[in-house]
């Protein structure tokens, strides 16, 4: 089981959720079910950078996006970008950001391999 931790910049309109250790489905959704009792940002940065994917079925990634979608519209214009520097990590978080825009997920998703990048994208800087 995945360990996360949610910071909130208000300012930046940003929320970053960091994982650590082994990841599963239920803790993404977990995960977003907590950021959805908080203060809703328009931006999330899902920093997987520590995480371990090993044990996530691509098959799964329906399951996450069909929880993602059923709580968008708590987030209009909503960005969220996916960090993983492993080829399996950013791999999973392309696959996931092409099967959202199949699915008509309203919220932005796109695959980075740092921080840097996907911080850029959010904030239109790139």
Excluded: C
Excluded at 30 to 36: E, G, I
Excluded at 80 to 87: H, P, R
Excluded at 100 to 114: C, T
């Amino acid at each position: 089981m995945a360990n996360f931790d949610i910071t909130i910049d208000k300012a930046l309109d940003q929320t970053t959720i960091r994982f650590s250790g082994r990841i599963i489905a239920s803790d993404i959704i977990d995960a977003l079910q907590s950021f959805y009792q908080t203060e809703i940002t328009t931006k999330i940065l899902w920093d997987f950078l520590e995480g371990d994917f090993t044990d996530l079925p691509s098959s799964d990634l329906t399951i996450i996006i069909d929880a993602a979608k059923s709580l968008s519209d708590m987030r209009p214009g909503g960005k969220s970008a996916f960090v993983g520097s492993s080829d399996l990590l950013y791999g999973l978080a392309r696959m996931y950001a092409s099967l959202a825009e199949v699915k008509r997920h309203p919220i932005a998703n796109r695959a980075f391999r740092s921080n840097k990048e996907a911080l850029a994208w959010l904030n239109g800087i790139d």
